[in-house]
């Protein structure tokens, strides 16, 4: 299943005609830099190019209002004075006698790839358009963008192919008020954005960016607003949201298209953003989001990170553009650089949201109160903040020009995806290499020699070939799960590499890990023991089991994610304990799925010998095929999220991820 491109020359071929210090950043090196990067890089070529379109007036008037439509379709026979004057009743804009060409191209763009996408003919898809949408509103332009693309794509895609649900993650660093604004009162789209706020000091500094503007009428529970406090956010407080804010709720509401308001301005080294997470962080972002609604997911550009400093290859920007359509493409997502617990301005924000939703979201229902203090919603004097007051506070970073970051590791997806070790009577699944005994074990390969120690040097092998970059992932029949376990965590930490096992199901302690934090265990079960015991071993006990898709998920997203990323494991060991906790296949998929986020996606899953249904469902998710959605989830059992939480705080304090609260006390510093 392929990845679409969605880009066009034309869209370059405006540009700011005047002096406007506020506009000056955006340019049509914006828009070839994204392009070329991904020309340069290989990976342009991988994707289907898809044309753009114009978009025609009714596509337009799915978001805006008859008045603006006419008024910006004026614009293109203004003069130079006009169209400064057309321009002074917006914030942060410009036309030029092209912008309106352009902006039909730019909704146009988005359309063509939301088509490509609910038609089938790609999987998923990025379209890389000038200007940009988000900010624009029904009858104003703002903020660069004339269009709002991304709702019109949502709205398009609903009216078009008649689809209930559309979640839009925005993951630019400003506020789409105009995506806010264009669906508050609307329960069918669930619009999620973290933009820097800094108590409303950030531009569009309104008071309707706060946490609290959850949506209205009908709406309400479907808008969520994260506000940044501060600049400087890094890796773990983006994860940290999405682990604890975005998947529970984007699970919960089960959308049937994604669309993903792709702006780059929220990575390190964007002087508007000034941020501090890296760009191998948006394969993440990416990756967390491609097992929603089928795989069906547009990225659509909004605003790329500055490319006017630093080395030329070496920007922010082509680095999170790549990683991006790298990882639409499938391709193994680089492990986290120097991944740290969210600051206590994050913490806090994350909290406030949480509880501004509580009403909301069964997911948030058991969540914190709001911090006692209000802060959040207090609008701190506007004021001229100068680059010297801001360093005063040691909030801003030293130099623009002297941000560095490490580029992201080379993640080249190795030459076999998912190899299988079954015996000879189970036939092979779809797009799987199946690891023949005889060439990795002596003398073995009849199918009555498919015995433990057969299969366990074939593991040992398999892995051996994960290490070296040959396979990425792969799936075993075993006939003693913890048997067959042993040897692979012996194997990775004579290594002195970390293994993070991952149980489902099934009762028993596991007796194979050593002591030296080289693994780390969780235990996902109906029977696992009520309390740690093992400071490596962490048993997550859920009252009704995996079965409970809902409690797998609260598990899943709130637990066993953020430990996993905060282990940052080279390699994933996943086990289906035998039994009847058996989680739904459905459910199963998706953990599968979730989890190649890790280790550059180096999984190996063990399956007990009789469960020779799940190797379809886990070699389909393994080899990276679409999943199944897991339908809109109750609420999960009071029980488990009280289980959960006390876990989580029990945990917490060494693993930093897990925090969804800010500390009560000096809550003033990171
Ligand atoms: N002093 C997008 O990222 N900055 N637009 C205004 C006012 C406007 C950004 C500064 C930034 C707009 C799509
Ligand atoms: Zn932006």
Not at 127 to 152: D, K, Q
Not at 391 to 400: D, N, P, Y
Not at 458 to 477: D, F, H, Q, R, Y
Request: charged share 20%.
């Amino acid at each position: 299943m392929e990845t679409a491109l969605v880009y066009d020359e034309e869209m370059t071929r405006y540009k700011l005609l005047w002096l406007d210090p506020d506009c000056e950043i955006e340019r049509p090196e914006r828009l070839t830099a994204s392009h070329e990067a991904l020309v340069r890089s290989g990976l342009a070529a991988r994707c289907v190019s898809i044309p753009v379109r114009q978009a025609t007036d009714a596509d337009i008037l799915l978001i805006h209002s008859e008045e603006y439509l006419e008024a910006v379709k004026k614009t293109p026979y203004m003069t130079l004075e006009d169209l400064r004057e057309f321009t002074l009743q917006y914030g942060a804009v410009y036309f030029h006698p092209n912008s309106y060409h352009c902006a039909t191209l730019a909704v146009g763009a988005a359309l063509q790839l939301v088509d490509g996408v609910m038609t089938g003919r790609v999987r998923n898809g990025i379209a890389l358009v000038r200007p940009p949408g988000h900010h624009s509103m029904r009858s104003a332009a703002s903020g660069f963008c004339v269009f709002n693309n991304v709702a019109i794509a949502a709205k398009y895609a609903q009216q078009k192919y008649g689809i209930q649900r559309v979640l839009i993650v925005d993951w630019d660093i400003h506020h789409g008020q105009g995506v806010q604004y264009a669906f508050e009162d609307d329960p069918s789209v669930l619009y999620l954005s973290w933009h820097r706020y800094e108590h409303q000091k950030f531009w569009p500094e309104l008071r309707e960016s706060d946490y609290d503007s959850v949506g209205k009428d009908k709406g309400a529970g479907f808008n969520i607003n994260v506000p940044w406090n501060k600049v400087g956010m890094q890796n773990g407080d983006y994860l940290a949201v999405f682990c604890h804010v975005l998947l529970p709720v984007a699970y919960e509401f089960c959308p049937d298209l994604v669309l993903v308001c792709a702006g780059f301005d929220s990575a390190i080294g964007d002087p508007e953003g000034e941020m501090c997470a890296t760009p191998e962080i948006f394969a993440h972002l990416t990756h967390l989001l491609m097992n929603l609604a089928g795989g069906k997911l547009c990225a659509v550009l909004e605003h790329p990170a500055n490319i006017f400093q630093g080395g030329y290859n070496l920007t922010s920007l082509s680095q999170s553009v790549c990683v991006t359509v790298q990882t639409l493409l499938g391709y193994p997502a680089p492990r986290p650089a120097d991944l740290q617990g969210p600051c206590q301005s994050a913490l806090e924000s994350i909290q406030c949201v949480r509880a501004a939703h509580r009403k909301y979201w069964s997911c948030f229902k058991h969540a914190a109160e709001a911090p006692p203090s209000d802060i959040s919603t207090k609008r701190i004097k506007l004021e001229e903040k100068g680059r010297e007051e801001k360093l005063q506070r040691g909030e801003g970073v030293e130099s623009k020009d002297g941000v560095t970051w490490p580029e992201p590791q080379k993640c080249v997806p190795p030459p076999v995806r998912t190899a299988v070790v079954i015996p000879e009577d189970v036939a092979s699944p779809e797009g799987c290499k199946r690891f023949s005994l005889s060439e990795h074990a002596d003398s073995l390969s009849a199918e009555e020699d498919f015995d433990d120690d057969a299969v366990m040097s074939s593991l040992t092998a398999l892995v051996g070939k994960m290490e070296n970059n040959e396979i990425c992932n792969g799936l075993a029949l075993v006939g003693d799960i913890s048997m067959a376990m042993a040897p692979v965590i012996r194997h990775a930490t004579a290594l002195k590499q970390r293994v993070l096992v991952v149980c489902v199901g099934g009762t028993g302690v596991l007796s194979h890990l050593p002591e030296d934090g080289t693994a780390l265990a969780v235990h996902v079960s109906k029977e696992a023991p009520e309390e740690p015991q093992l400071k490596h071993y962490i048993p997550v006990r859920l009252k009704n089991g995996c079965g409970h898709t809902s409690g797998l998920a609260q598990a899943t997203f709130g637990l066993l994610l953020p430990l996993a990323y905060e282990y940052d494991p080279a390699l994933v060991l996943l086990a289906r304990m035998p039994g009847t906790d058996g989680a739904s296949d459905c459910a199963w998929q998706q953990l599968v799925g979730l989890l190649q986020g890790l280790a550059r996606g180096r999984m190996l899953v063990l399956i007990q010998r009789d469960d020779k249904a799940l190797v379809s469902p886990t070699s389909a998710s393994l080899s990276g095929s679409p999943l199944p959605c897991l339908g809109r989830l109750p609420a999960p059992l009071a029980e488990d999220v009280e289980a959960l939480e006390r876990l989580r705080r029990r945990l917490q304090v060494d693993w930093l991820l897990l925090r969804t609260s800010a500390q009560k006390s000096g809550g003033e510093d990171n």
